[in-house]
C-alpha cells in the first residue's frame, strides 16, 4: 500500500465537503467579525468523518502533518492534529518530542476551542510531569487565549491520573482572566476533578469561589447536589 500524502488526503477532504455544512460550523464556531473565530474557514466536514480520515492517514509525514495544521482550512488543521496525536501515542521518545516541539511552535494555528480540546491534554500534557508546571504557567500567562486555554486543558491528562495539582495551579493563576472561554474551561477542569474527588474540589473553591467568574463557577458546581450549588452561587458557602 501506498504511503498516504498530503496531496491524496486533501483530495477525499475536497470530495465530503459540504457548503451547508460549512456555513453551519461558520456560525457555531463564531467566524464573524469580532467573534473569537473571526475569519476562520470551513470546508464542511463534521468530526466523526475527520476521525475517520485521519485514521487512515495516521502515517502521514511529520513534515506534511505540519503543512496541513499550517491550512487556512479549519478541518484540515483539525486533522493534522488529530495525526498528531494518534503518531504521539504510537511514537518512540524521538517522535514524541519532535511533535511536542512543533505543536508549541505552531499554537497560532491550534486557534480555536475544539482544536485545542482535541489535542492540549496529549501533546502537552501527556509529555511533562505533575511537577514540571513551567510550560503551563508560561503558556496560562500568554496574551493569546488559545494558548492559556491550552494550558488549563492539558492538566486534564493528569486529572484523569487522579493528580490534580496541576489543573488547581492553573486554575488560580486563570480566575482573573476575561475570557468566556477560559471560564468555561477552568470550570469543566474543577468539575472533572470533583467527579473523581470531591473534597479536593470544595476546597479550591472554598478558599477561591467568591473570586470566579460566574460562568466558571456554574461550571465548576454543576453537579453539585442542588442546595449545595445554590449555596455556592448565592456566595453563602462558609470555609472550614
Not at 18 to 44: H, M, N, S
Not at 70 to 96: C, M, T
Request: glycine residues 6%; charged residues 30%.
Amino acid at each position: 500500500m501506498d504511503r498516504p500524502t498530503l496531496n491524496g488526503l486533501r483530495k477525499e477532504l475536497c470530495t465530503i465537503a459540504d457548503r451547508q455544512a460549512a456555513e453551519q460550523l461558520q456560525r457555531y464556531f463564531k467566524t464573524g467579525a469580532g467573534e473569537y473565530g473571526e475569519g476562520d474557514r470551513f470546508l464542511g466536514v463534521r468530526v466523526p468523518r475527520l476521525r475517520r480520515l485521519a485514521k487512515g492517514y495516521r502515517t502521514l509525514p511529520l513534515d506534511a502533518c505540519t503543512e496541513l495544521l499550517r491550512s487556512p482550512w479549519h478541518e484540515e488543521r483539525l486533522l493534522a492534529l488529530l495525526i498528531f496525536v494518534a503518531q504521539y501515542r504510537n511514537g518512540d521518545a524521538e517522535v514524541r518530542s519532535t511533535i511536542h516541539e512543533r505543536y508549541l511552535a505552531h499554537t497560532r494555528y491550534v486557534n480555536n476551542w475544539d482544536l485545542v480540546d482535541a489535542s492540549a491534554e496529549h501533546l502537552v500534557g501527556a509529555h511533562i510531569t505533575p511537577a514540571d508546571t513551567g510550560l503551563l504557567f508560561r503558556l496560562a500567562r500568554s496574551s493569546t487565549v488559545w494558548e492559556r486555554r491550552i494550558a488549563i486543558m492539558s492538566t486534564f491528562y493528569w486529572i484523569k491520573r487522579n493528580e490534580f495539582a496541576p489543573t488547581l495551579a492553573v486554575a488560580e493563576l486563570l480566575l482573573a482572566d476575561p475570557h468566556d472561554l477560559i471560564h468555561k474551561a477552568v470550570g469543566w477542569m474543577l468539575r472533572e476533578i470533583g467527579k473523581r474527588d470531591l473534597p479536593s474540589e470544595e476546597a479550591f473553591l472554598a478558599a477561591h469561589y467568591r473570586r470566579l467568574p460566574r460562568t466558571m463557577l456554574r461550571y465548576a458546581v454543576e453537579r453539585f447536589p442542588e442546595e449545595r450549588r445554590q449555596q455556592y452561587l448565592r456566595g453563602e458557602v462558609v470555609r472550614e
